[in-house]
Structure formats: C-alpha cells, structure tokens
Nanobody, 114 residues
Framework: QVQLVESGGALVQPGGSLRLSCAASVSIFSIYAMGWYRQAPGKQREMVARIGSGGDTNYADSVKGRFTISRDNAKNMVYLQMNSLKPEDTAVYYC????????WGQGTQITVSS
C-alpha cells in the first residue's frame, strides 16, 4: 500500500516562493519515480515535474527555470521548490508515485494572488 501526504500549500503573492513536501509511506521508496501534478479549476490534471529513481528530472515547459523537484531517499520525501510564482500556477498540487501502478496524494492548494 502506498500512501502519499503533501504539505506546504498556501496563499502566496505573485513572485513569491513556496516549497511543497510529500511524505511517502512505501517499503522501498528509492525504486519509485515520483512526481508533482496540478489541477486548476475547470482544467485537466497536468504534470508539473517528475524525478526518476535515478534522479533524472523533467518539467513542464511552463515551470522550467522556476520549479525544482528533488527527493531524499533516506527520508522517503519528495519536494517541489517553486520560485517566481505566477497567478496561473494556482491549482491543487498532487504528489504522485509510479512503480507497478500510479499512486496519488490528496492534494494541497496553492493560490497565487495579490
């Protein structure tokens, strides 16, 4: 059973920064590819960033250069550092884990507004 718990969601002003954290309850965290997805009202869920078991990363074009995904295998944690936030980054952000299936957290709300 895979459980993912996100934290760090908040209301932030444009240009601000936030760091999301995701705690994973899995037996062997290091074998999972991990990701962050987001869903804005009225839109489909989209990939924001992913990090493979080997540390390789990929990002949505809309967040490249602003967001950084990282993982700490010793702590079973994955992070998303978000800088230069824009109103269009407003969404519910979901942590995901991928290995022999796709697993999702409950989501955390990010609102970027002045």
């Amino acid at each position: 059973q895979v459980q993912l718990v996100e934290s760090g969601g908040a209301l932030v002003q444009p240009g601000g920064s936030l760091r999301l954290s995701c705690a994973a309850s899995v037996s062997i965290f290091s074998i999972y590819a991990m990701g962050w997805y987001r869903q804005a009202p009225g839109k489909q869920r989209e990939m924001v960033a992913r990090i493979g078991s080997g540390g390789d990363t990929n990002y949505a074009d809309s967040v490249k250069g602003r967001f950084t995904i990282s993982r700490d295998n010793a702590k079973n944690m994955v992070y998303l550092q978000m800088n230069s936030l824009k109103p269009e980054d407003t969404a519910v952000y979901y942590c995901s884990a991928h290995y022999l299936g796709n697993y999702w957290g409950q989501g955390t709300q990010i609102t970027v507004s002045s």
